[in-house]
């Protein structure tokens, strides 16, 4: 049943899916139960509320829909616009293009402003289109709170900004997927009207959650939105909030679980300490790349993402060489590069229920690595960089003081 | 994290999600995966392979898409049919009712063929619109292979059998939910076009794997289909099957393991030893509920369905208090009746990974439960009935003989 | 890895090892810790006192053993006697003559009291041994408080009064591997010295802690007691309780994760609703025998067992045939007769974490094997007369009402 | 239930209870089972075949005790030795003094040979015994293959070399709790008598199962071996292997499958390979010490242990500030330097399932804390020491390949 087996405990860096902790490996193993039995509501209702916590909302209302990522962005869209509706859409990576793609799929009319990859998304271009749009055309912005490509985060209060000075009414929908319970992300404070991220990501839990959480304005939105939605439709899930069964459809009762026991964990260690410790575990990791001599596929240092970081590899090495040889000798994954980047870089996923010394062993593997393909790095000289900084950041584990 | 502890454990006889087997359970017990590393993939083609024993197919294509029974149902209309298509669908009961409900929204143009709650499809009016239908104006049959509000198996070889006496081209989609793995299905020899059944059934897995199977003509009926679909397009499938990583987003690794181990567990009984033992199951919950002097709500003997019997209380008891008197005293889930027969039926689930004895618990555990609420059985007589036809038929278990 | 699979669960009735609830199952999921960080020793204090519960003792203490029920006897043995030391014994069964038989080996003065098999321990020869014993040359009496072999419960509230009647000094030993946690049992109330039992029994854990308590009068006697014993030496593990580590060698770390989720159980049930679930097992057990027209191997009313029934077939049965199809063919497992009773009783195991509901699945299984094996039973009898006194007495499960 | 929790996997670096794979871990994951139905002594069968394997003999006969090493090194005294036999042990560390003491404790007349902690067993000393032995007053020598206090490997081949040139016939007992399937062992042909591990160490299982294995000689001994000894009787054992049932008394069934997974695990790698990956990691260990600037306790070469290093601190600094630290800020547990070099020595456990990758991140994690306590450590330096070697000599994973 594990069919390439390898000593040891595998090092997985991809941007996601993600180390589980132990705590929720055992909260989901468990038989099914009834999800029509009292038990089942009785966790929902709490979970909604607990989810709204990392969503830093108050007013926003939570759907923890059976989907994918894919899925939970094909709900926010569905649920609030309508065919043809303008949206303006930033495309900055592979995830941001894939977004792209099902927003055209859908039938929308996508204002797709694109930057060089490596780079966030042009504010000042949307503050043009929104400054000109007068008619108020466009119905939503869409954009990536982080690029899980290239590592790329963009700034949503600067977006909100620019909305607010030209008190434009269109949606703000957020992808943050690989941003969420690990990149500080204000819904509330910041005006966002559809949040989204996937169970697999900093939550830390097997794939199989899309957790979207709408705006009061989405909310309404959704009561006129004429896109085609059955599956994804918020309408049958408040149907069934009102009703205090919650489940317009059967839920997994192993992730629900998970998720009480994810979120547990989370609020333990506190979320604001959570960003803390994925800053931590962002700046270790690009220290580590430059004294590698390597660069940071993300441009500028605003853009510079705390979930994943993208290498660019010297253009005589092919950076799928790298992820292939961590698996096959290291019993380390690391993310490919992907389309316009593929073969140039290669990501480190460091998100979710990750602590630094974890961080070091994966940093000291890419050193033998990039010493495996030709790349004359000096072994040690990434992880030195990285233990120096983290060993004057990182505070004692709370508990155990 | 459990809210409401009983001793013991938990007697889970709603028709789904079903109890999960110890041998599955441990396969699921294990972190996340890079799903892009050769494990994945290579997991990914047996599994393809697997699941069409289960369809009984050797042309259908199968998808595993993260999702529910009510994904899946979205999946097999969105990929096969366009806007405004017309569609003969049997109304016979809560599911059926939920899918045409959906193929509505959808958007296209339902024929509802109703039968009284306990009835299977009418048949004989199917045929009458294929006979009638020269011009094809019917582009397929929607159909539930079982239907879990009431315990009603329709007959879907006589479906096939009707449109080939016409030489009717339309696609016959089956909802196999509760059927498929349990109940005799043959998509090959019935013609059947798309096939789909839910993780959390006959499977025996947590929810989350809707599974569908899609026919030759049916892939090429998507070639053509025009109703919306990003998340459920099979296209996006069929595209990463060619490139051999199989998957569009991210899948749930724990569920691929869980699936092995289940269809392992399956091949190792025997898929035909699976449905016999379902059988055994029915026909004794049939025996019970024919020696407690009730009636099952299923009208007809070819219609009993070997996976969820409902059972019809008096109309004095209230068939609720039943089902809350089970969870409250006995540790026992019991299915609702659900919309028309609410209040009139409870459901005994007799599918999945499920023994006799078991069976023969939870039959104990109702006697009790009809004479909590004032109904005058004599204990032990559904036990008694069942247990001379168990005594009679069970099989040695193989692999101790 | 599962050399026997059959389908659905097992079902298990052997008077140990006994089914573990899924909570503890998942408390016990999880990697080893090192027991020399300051977590396990704040784990154990916390066990230590709540193990002290279940013995219903608050002077005692507790010494959890990584060995099994026999090594428990050993450290109770050799932890307070001297070898040559007069020891009195009740052989009743084959537990009783286990222990007796290490009792001998260990070199003590066995003053053996014999009982048929079936019948309780002889406390009247008891009386005329202390009456008789001026010189209190009885140094210890041992005692089973409940015989797993023939299911019979002895009364050790009448082996203090006696002991006190003549004022007599002898420690009082109890096996309580088969009661403690399932039938009423009161270590300090009762003056019992040394109780013990095993954490697979109705403790509900996989086998591996032999747990002792003692009496101070018991570790007094330690101090002096001459047999040699080196693993299972108290003086150890109290010297490392002095220094607030615990541990002499390396304790289970699942197991003591597993102990408190287990107890934790026990103590959200309530120990005395605990015992009162295993009064009606017991019953409803018994009643079902009769019905069947069958003897409980115990032979009065005084010494029944609510944790095991021996069940004696008729002559011309072979018990073990009855056990063999069990399992072959049912997924049900039973207690062979042992050693005197072998062949002639079959034993049902009725303690632990169980509910009323899987014993009846278990009753009717054993229906069906009487009938398999050529016994004229009347199918349905036993469940009917155990569900008639268990629908009167089951209470409504508290986390539910 | 975690009392302690830190963000992230807890590094486990002591030697000993090591981390459990994955595949352990589920194979551990169930519910008991009937130890006396066919479907255990089936296991436990091939359990004892492949348990041969890991002490390579084939003439051997291995007792799995539910018990701790503790426990072992009691089973494999007390059956092949008197009281009162001359014994010659070499007292070396930690862990042979506590085996001297329970052999003292247990009344033989032991003849201890001290060491230098650090240094190795002296076995001039022991060959100058031997060779005036004449009159084969010595009826056993004891030495612990790998010291865990020190990490010391004492030379076994030379002691039996030693004992063949005198034609001595001394019983040879090894403790391999520390060694057995890690560092190369060879008990048929270094004639060891009695070889013993502990399921916590290099078989990377919980705690629970004392594995021994005794030569035909040994067993021989036993029959005449007047030790007392009941739970650890041999004997016992060996009456129900020839049973067929296997079990004196109650077995772990969750150990036991999971000991069938470890061994499948070390087979799948090899053991050979699963030997020189230990000595990939000890290597690895020593030069980063080296490269610190610090002191191996172990003071020569040949003594050097593939399993764990303990560490020489400079004299200003207290080790077990270091190991609290190492806990407290990094969620790495170190071993504590015990009895004479407490507070001068920290122990990296560097054995069981384990790669090198882990090793490396646990280094990064040494160099912080030797930081944090005032050592002018040069960050990177161990790290970069240790991975110029290991990139030179990691192997690619075979199922990889």
């Known amino acids: ?15 996601g899916p993600v180390n589980i902790p132990e705590p929720v490996l055992r909260a989901m193993n468990r038989n099914n139960e009834d999800y029509r039995s009292p038990a089942v509501p009785a966790l929902t209702k709490i979970l909604l509320e607990d989810v709204k916590k990392i969503f830093k909302t108050t007013s926003g209302t939570p759907f923890i829909i059976p989907t994918t990522g894919t899925g939970a962005w094909e709900s926010a869209l569905t649920n609030t616009l309508s065919p043809g509706d303008r949206i303006v859409s930033f495309l900055i990576g592979q995830f941001s293009l894939l977004w792209i793609d099902q ?56 977006v909100r900004k620019i909305l607010d000075e030209y008190q434009h009414p269109a949606l703000l929908l957020v992808d ?10 204000r819904m509330d404070e910041w005006g966002v009207d559809v949040a ?81 410790r ?44 790298i992820v292939k040889r961590a698996w096959k000798r290291y019993n380390l994954n690391l993310g490919l590069g992907l ?4 073969g140039k870089v290669f990501r480190i996923g460091h998100l979710g229920n990750l602590n630094e010394l974890q961080l070091l062993g994966c940093l000291a593997g890419v050193e033998m690595i990039l010493k495996d393909v030709g790349y004359p790095v000096k072994l040690g000289s990434g992880v030195a960089a990285a233990s120096a900084y983290l060993q004057n950041n990182i505070p004692l584990i709370p508990s155990r003081i």
Not at 176 to 184: H, K, P
Not at 235 to 242: A, E, T
Not at 299 to 313: C, H, I, N, P
């Open 1 to 15: 049943m594990d069919y390439v087996y390898g000593p040891g405990r595998n090092h997985l860096f991809v941007p």
């Open 103 to 158: 927003q055209q799929r859908l039938n929308f009319n996508v204002d797709v402003v694109e930057s060089e990859w490596g780079q966030g998304a042009r504010l000042d271009i949307l503050e043009s289109k929104i400054a000109s749009d007068n008619a108020h055309t466009i119905k939503a912005i869409c954009i990536v709170h982080n690029e899980t490509a290239t590592g790329v985060t963009n700034n949503l209060a600067k």
């Open 176 to 185: 943050g997927v690989s941003s969420i319970c690990a990149i500080d992300f």
């Open 196 to 276: 989204l991220t996937g169970s697999q990501k900093a939550l830390s839990l097997p794939t199989g959650l899309g957790i979207v959480c709408a705006s009061p304005k989405a909310i309404e939105a959704s009561k006129t939105a004429k896109s085609l939605r059955v599956f994804f439709d918020w309408s049958d899930y408040l149907k069934f909030y009102k009703l205090g069964t919650y489940w317009p459809y059967t839920p997994s009762i192993q992730l629900l679980y998970g998720l009480k026991a994810a979120l547990d964990l989370i609020f333990e260690e506190g979320l604001d300490n959570v960003i803390l």
């Open 278 to 321: 994925h800053k931590r575990l962002g700046t270790a990791t690009r220290l580590a790349v430059e004294a590698w001599g390597l660069k940071n596929c993300t441009q500028k240092e605003e853009w510079f993402s705390d979930t994943v970081t993208a290498v660019v590899v010297p253009p005589n090495i092919d950076s799928s060489e």
């Open 339 to 342: 389309n316009k980047v593929a």
